[in-house]
């Protein structure tokens, strides 16, 4: 099970950090991911990160801007961003799926999704 939580309402430029706590099984066979849908449309993939943590993948909105980390003693993961844009508004979902894959960027390669958590970027 996933609990993504940390949204919340940001001035532009702000920054936030999002978490993502899994519980039931061990976090570290898992790639790990975030994704976000914003209003009225689909859902688009933000960032991955290895089962180990070695890899790191990012969308081009989020390059630069925002990392993805993880803490497998805790079995969480973490998604830093800064430098937020309105067009960042979105929910954001953590997913998982047993070991990595190199389509870490598809939506379709994860099986495991958390409920999501709103993050507000406003001017």
């Known amino acids: 099970q996933l609990q993504a939580y940390g949204g919340g309402l940001v001035h532009t430029g702000g920054s936030l950090t999002l978490s993502c706590a899994a519980s039931g099984r061990a976090v570290s066979p898992y790639m790990m991911a975030w994704f976000r849908q914003a209003p009225g449309k689909e859902r688009t993939s933000v960032a991955a990160?290895?089962?180990?943590?070695?890899?790191?993948y990012y969308a081009v909105s989020a390059k630069g801007r925002f990392t993805i980390s993880r803490d497998n003693a805790k079995n969480m993961v973490y998604l830093q961003m800064n430098s937020l844009k309105l067009e960042d508004t979105a929910v954001y979902y953590c997913?998982?799926?047993?070991?990595?894959?190199?389509?870490?960027?598809?939506?379709?390669?994860?099986?495991?999704w958390g409920q999501g958590t709103q993050v507000t970027v406003s001017s």
């Open positions: 990160i290895s089962s180990s943590g070695d890899k790191t």
């Open positions: 997913a998982a799926r047993l070991w990595d894959t190199a389509a870490a960027m598809s939506e379709k390669a994860y099986t495991n």
